[in-house]
């Protein structure tokens, strides 16, 4: 569910660039969403792999214990910190950042559909939002790092 707050402040973020910053709408929601659910979201991912390792494995269904969660820890972290220096990196640091990203997600995605069609692995954080967010995401990014290059 966490994908959905992150959605929802990197809205609000937008929303305030576009009228008290005077930035331009795409250029604010793109950086909106590459600060909050790259960034933040990130670095959120980073403390529940790394610090909740075996609550967040059986939250996706998998075996506790497994060194995979810091490994996947440390992904996000550089995911996060990614997506913070994006703030005073625009351009072409963007568009690594989103093909990073994207990569990462899909593959996420990728593993989880597997595990869902392999296991029939219908936990919340292997089939529930998170995995829609795996997928539909990295289209929101890269439409709008286009639509910011076309306009």
Do not use: C
Not at 39 to 67: C, E, T, Y
Not at 78 to 86: A, E, F, K, Q
Request: without cysteine; positive net charge.
């Amino acid at each position: 569910m966490y994908p959905v707050y992150f959605l929802a402040f990197a809205i609000i973020l937008g929303i305030f660039q576009i009228i008290f910053l005077k930035t331009p709408i795409i250029t604010s929601f793109l950086l909106a969403f590459i600060v909050s659910n790259v960034g933040l979201q990130g670095l959120f991912a980073f403390i529940g792999h790394f610090f909740k390792s075996d609550q967040i494995a059986r939250g996706i269904g998998w075996p506790a214990g497994n060194p995979f969660q810091k490994e996947i820890a440390f992904t996000n972290l550089s995911m996060g910190i990614l997506g913070i220096l994006s703030i005073w990196f625009p351009g072409d640091f963007w568009l690594a950042t989103i093909i990073a990203r994207s990569v990462f997600l899909w593959g996420a995605a990728y593993t989880h559909l597997e595990d869902l069609k392999g296991r029939k692995n219908i936990n919340i954080l292997n089939a529930g939002p998170v995995l829609y967010f795996d997928i539909f995401f990295p289209f929101v990014l890269i439409g709008l790092f286009i639509a910011k290059n076309i306009v």
